[in-house]
């Protein structure tokens, strides 16, 4: 099988804008951006859509939620942002690897889609 673009990052054959990066995620600015800010924070192990995560990942699954908060503090949107998962293809997801959006510098509208 061949890997995702999000691989391809982890592994630095495609270069990316990276934000943040520890052992669990890494996040990179989006070449496709929605927002002013738009920043991609994926998981390191390939966990193909968030409904095939399993209970072995909740640590994993945890320790994204509380990086959103580290990156939107570096990024200075600490409190103007949103967090979007796509998950199979009828919500848009594009890449089948788990990954956070995070958006911010404009407004929102609701209900989103």
């Known amino acids: 099988m ?10 630095r054959e495609i270069k990316a804008d ?9 996040a990179f600015h989006d070449i496709n951006p929605q927002a002013p800010v738009h920043v991609l924070l994926v998981t390191k192990k390939v966990i193909p859509k968030l409904s095939e995560a ?16 580290d990156v939107t503090h570096k990024l200075n949107i ?9 998950n199979g ?7 089948y690897h788990l990954h956070i959006h995070i958006l ?10």
Not at 2 to 11: L, N
Not at 78 to 86: G, P, Q, T, W, Y
């Open 2 to 11: 061949s890997k995702t673009i999000f691989e391809k990052v982890i592994s």
């Open 104 to 113: 911010s510098g404009r407004m929102f509208h609701w209900p989103p889609g």
């Open 54 to 69: 399993s209970e072995e990942d909740a640590e994993l699954l945890g320790h994204l939620m509380l990086k959103v908060a």
């Open 89 to 95: 293809p009828m919500a848009c997801q594009t890449v």
């Open 18 to 26: 990276i934000v943040y990066e520890d052992n669990w995620c890494i």
């Open 78 to 86: 600490k409190d103007n942002f949103r967090v979007v998962i796509n």
